[in-house]
């Protein structure tokens, strides 16, 4: 067996001290990196309370950490899933904010067209202009209707303590993992940051070679078939959400004889695979936009490099055994 690792990614799922926020956090990689700290909003979802409205997609706050030369060291994002340890009738810190949409699409038009350095009285009159109306006050939030009274997204101070959840996501790494990831928690762990209750690490690996009926079969079998002595190998967070068996006839599919990939890929995207799995693969099978990777889901919450990277290395040698 090869002793190389493969390139990876990986998210690590963190939460600030009360009154310090991910913000701090980018700026102070920033600072030890000699970069910057870039704003932008990250795409998420929530449960909604509406009447006849079961999710709200949303924009928060989000940054992007910045080397010296501009290139990628990590962004920061929001993780919808830590709430344990939050104060939910906190106060919201000033300045944070999220934007609010029913429809998707409604939701990437604002992201095109607002700026995330904008405050939350007129992060939304970019919008507003395009459709030729003007947003209005609703309390201490601000609307956008359209002519029709329609509402295409509105602007909420970020409910108490959302500032600290942190996701660290960093680029895909192709050697020095653990070093890389301690360097990244270093800093996190001087500022105060923790280990949430919900906490998690997702590992992303490269899709392509994983379209291959032989390691495609060999990944389906082993989280279907040894769900719960992975998760005792891994040591997975029984308080993680977002976790899921593999679908039973996708485990049964792949145990069938397959002439190629192609066959095998068209059939097993019509088993209803799912981002939250215990290993997303609807990327391998180009059911859902957006990274081309294979994700591993059921790694524990960690806030150091080493811990990271030796479950990381038992990961690569469990994919690399006998297909």
């Known amino acids: ?102 429809d998707p699409r409604l939701l990437r038009l604002v992201e095109r067209h607002a700026d995330p350095a904008e405050g939350i009285g007129s992060v939304l009159d970019p919008v507003a202009e395009l459709f030729g109306v003007r947003v209005r006050d609703a309390g201490v939030v601000r609307r956008l209707d359209d002519s029709a009274g329609a509402t295409i997204a509105l602007a909420a101070p970020l409910p108490g303590e959302r500032e600290r959840p942190c996701e660290v996501v960093t680029p895909p790494w192709v050697d020095d993992h653990a070093r890389r990831l301690e360097e990244l928690l270093e800093p996190a762990r001087d500022l105060g940051f923790t280990v949430p209750a919900e906490a998690a690490v997702h590992v992303n690996l490269d899709a392509g070679p994983f379209r291959d009926v032989g390691r495609f079969r060999h990944v389906v079998s082993t989280f279907g078939e040894r769900r719960e002595e992975l998760r005792g190998l891994f040591a997975t967070n029984p308080r993680c959400t977002r976790l899921a068996p593999l679908p039973v006839e996708l485990v049964e599919l792949v145990r069938r004889d397959w002439p190629d990939w192609g066959s095998l890929r068209t059939a097993a995207a019509a088993t209803g695979v799912s981002k939250f799995s215990d290993v997303n693969l609807t990327r391998v099978l180009g059911v859902r936009p957006g990274p081309d990777v294979l994700e591993v889901r059921i790694l524990p919450g960690a806030i150091d490099g080493a811990s990271i990277g030796g479950r990381f290395v038992q990961l690569v040698e469990l994919l690399r055994s006998t297909r």
């Open 1 to 102: 067996m090869s002793t190389s690792l493969p390139r990876a990614g990986f998210e690590v799922e963190l939460l600030a001290p009360v009154g310090v926020s991910r913000l701090d956090l980018a700026q102070e990689m920033a600072s030890r990196a000699g970069g910057s700290v870039r704003r932008r909003f990250h795409v998420d979802t929530e449960a909604s309370s509406a009447p006849g409205v079961s999710t709200f997609w949303h924009l928060t706050p989000a940054f992007d950490v910045l080397d010296a030369g501009g290139g990628a060291v990590c962004s920061l994002v929001d993780d919808t899933t830590i709430v344990a340890d939050l104060d939910a009738r906190a106060p919201s810190k000033p300045g944070w904010y999220r934007i609010l949409s029913d």
